[in-house]
């Protein structure tokens, strides 16, 4: 209920923490992880989870035309350079119906590290 969490990770490692929001009000955050030495406990700074929009759409096959159910839609930065350009910033994956709904950062969010996001100055 209170948001936190606990994980058994390899030490010495990289990892990457992947936060996605239930209520689709709020945008996932990545976060890139280095865990400690064995034995030492590590508490991660409060993550916060931007607000999102959604946006919703169809994907259709074009011969014959039927929905592309189970398609995998991706939104990623066209303006970024690699490796952030092929790091998806949401991602979602089409109904039945070739209908999906993104959950994407607010236009007031700025989204960089692949992902990750900071609040942007209005």
Known sequence: ???????????NA?????FVSRDR??????????????GETQTL???TLPAAVLLTGTVTLSSPPL???????????????????SIPIAEAVAGT????????????????NGGQTADQEP
Do not use: W
Request: aromatic share 4%; net charge negative.
């Open 1 to 11: 209920p209170d948001g936190s969490f606990s994980l058994s990770l390899a030490a």
């Open 14 to 18: 990289d990892y990457k923490v992947h």
């Open 25 to 38: 009000g709020h945008a996932q955050t990545r976060l890139a992880l280095l865990t400690n030495p064995p």
């Open 45 to 47: 700074a409060p993550v």
């Open 67 to 85: 929905p592309a159910r189970g398609a995998h839609v991706m939104l990623l930065c066209h303006q970024c350079s690699e490796p952030q350009a």
């Open 97 to 112: 119906d070739g209908a999906f709904t993104l959950v994407i950062p607010d236009p007031g969010i700025e989204t960089e």
